[in-house]
């Protein structure tokens, strides 16, 4: 009886609220926040608990009107209390019995449950369940922003120029968006692709700072005093196309469906991008002089290049190499831009 009554609670814990909690199934869609609970499962358990509920009534008042007769026969109060807990047991396994012919499958209305709140609708049979499950594992298609910030250098294949002898420290600050688009549920290959802003900083030490002659040409000048800050800033607009592969093992969804969680494990992508000059920005600080001037320094107005990157999870470690000059017709003649860095998503 004991057992019966340990099933009953949860039978009713069901009936009430199956699957209260948040229960994410993650297909890379949105899950409901609340669970309801299946209508064919709802009247099953009512049904079942109507028919116990029956059963229960039935036995007690037989219980109860042979109690009755046994208490007619004026027995001692010890003897009275052994056969009145006689009665009760074999009413109580007369129940059980009962109960159990019922045939009551509490692993069958789980299951249904479960399929429920999977698809948010009854099925009734397995190649429904399976053409539903397949619309709702679909391959990862979604738009994720990031952050990165990267060291850069200036490389040359020929002889050091004036900008390498004396550029400081360089750096890229980079934002925007990252398109994922898996080729297929099971598959380790992917496109990536988006849009991001970029913003390349190069510091220039040894008290030099960037001019420009009547002719427009850019040089750097040497300041005849301390300067505390001497860079040229420049801002992109840059678009990434390129393929992503995926080490994460294949996972199991329901009806032996399988799919892989492309936001997850080990990855490796490369690509190429290109991007568009927004502005520059010559920035001096020192003494008796502070200024910003947004001119065209002859930064090159277009960049494009290969990028190769490692990601787990939401971080990323990129290497990216610029395959035009960073300033154009021949100022600074073979400086690329080099760059190393971290990578943020969310």
């Known amino acids: 009886m004991i057992k019966k009554i340990i099933m009953m609670g949860f039978v009713c814990l069901i009936s009430g609220s199956v699957y209260s909690q948040k229960k994410p199934f993650k297909f890379n869609l949105p899950t409901k926040e609340d669970t309801e609970v ?84 009854d099925v009734t049979s397995n190649e429904e369940l399976k053409e539903k499950l397949l619309k709702k594992i679909r391959p990862a298609k979604n738009i994720r922003g990031y952050i990165s910030y990267g060291v850069m250098s200036l490389t040359n294949s020929k002889a050091d120029n004036e900008l390498d002898k004396n550029l400081g420290y360089a750096g890229n600050l980079e934002f925007g968006f990252k398109l994922n688009y898996q080729f297929s549920r099971t598959s380790r290959w992917g496109l990536i692709s988006g849009i991001g802003f970029s913003w390349r900083t190069l510091n220039v030490d040894n008290n030099m ?18 300067l505390s800050k ?16 995926n080490f994460s093992k294949l996972k199991n969804g329901s009806m032996d469906i399988q799919y892989r969680d492309y936001d997850e494990g080990l990855k ?31 930064v090159n107005p277009f960049i494009y290049g290969a990028q190769l990157t490692v990601s787990y999870g939401d971080f990323s470690i990129f290497v990216k190499r610029d395959l035009g000059n960073f300033f154009k017709d021949g100022r600074f003649e073979n400086d690329k831009a080099l760059l190393f860095g971290l990578a943020f998503g969310w």
């Open 268 to 298: 490796i992508g490369a690509n190429m991008y290109g991007g568009l000059r927004m502005s520059t920005n010559n920035i001096i600080k020192g003494d008796g002089i502070s200024q910003r001037e947004r001119e065209n320094y002859q």
């Open 230 to 245: 001497s860079k040229l800033r420049t801002g992109y607009i840059v678009f990434p196309l390129g393929v992503q592969y």
């Open 38 to 121: 299946s209508p064919i499962v709802k009247e099953k358990v009512d049904e079942y608990a109507r028919k116990i509920d029956a059963i229960i009534k039935e036995e007690k008042k037989l219980m109860e009107a042979e109690l009755l007769v046994l208490q007619d026969r004026n027995l001692d109060k010890a003897e009275f209390n052994t056969q009145k807990a006689e009665v009760a047991s074999r009413y109580s396994q007369k129940i059980d019995q009962r109960i159990g012919d019922l045939g009551f499958d509490i692993d069958d209305v789980i299951q249904k449950q479960v399929k429920y709140s999977l698809l948010n609708t």
């Open 209 to 226: 700072f960037f001019a420009k002659d009547g002719n427009a040409d850019v040089y750097l000048e040497k300041f005849d005093k301390n």
